[in-house]
């Protein structure tokens, strides 16, 4: 069980880990970019605005074949969650100690902020998951319901703050994994 637990996180991990990567960073920077682009009404940022949006919202090629592409990697986000947690559970790691080389710095970040940002990047993968899906084969009203939840516009002005920490964490994720990897991989050579 453990083998199979640290395959599939590496290889979801490497597969849907830039997708995420871009997907986090994305969302950061519509929550960071979007109310200065309504505030100063220059058309330059409302522009870049659009391209976050449509960068974030619709990926690849058209609307209903990225909202599925953006929803299958959501689920592949969700289990890499899910396995980092299986994997997180045999070590019970709740504060870095040990040795404090560069590698596992960066592996400690990486595992305590999984673990202590778990909730609330469960709560985004699944609305997104929800949102993506429900896009493409439900209605308007409930794809606006899920994405004010996704969104963070359910919950106010501190909603949208919250959406941009799970997707400063998201991308964080998704780097820190990707470089302990590449660091792996370099020692083994």
Known sequence: ??????????????????????????????VLIKPLAKQSGDEGIR???????????????????????????????LLLLITGFFMWHRTKIWLPRGKRTKRSKLFYLHTLLGLYLLPLLLYFSVSAILCTFHWHFG???????????????????????????????????????LLIWWNKKKAHK
Do not use: P
């Open 47 to 77: 522009s870049f605005v659009g391209f976050l949006k449509a960068g974030h919202m619709r990926l690849w090629i058209d609307a209903e074949a990225s909202s599925l592409t953006v929803g299958v990697l959501m689920i592949g986000f």
């Open 139 to 177: 209605s308007d009203e409930g794809f606006r319901t899920f994405f004010s939840i996704h969104s963070g516009h359910i919950w106010g002005s501190a909603g949208k703050w919250i959406a941009g920490l799970g997707g400063a964490a998201t991308a964080l994720l998704s780097f820190t994994g």
């Open 1 to 30: 069980m453990k083998k199979l637990t640290n395959f599939l996180h590496r290889y979801l991990g490497l597969t849907a880990g830039l997708a995420t990567f871009v997907l986090g960073l994305t969302g950061l920077l519509l």
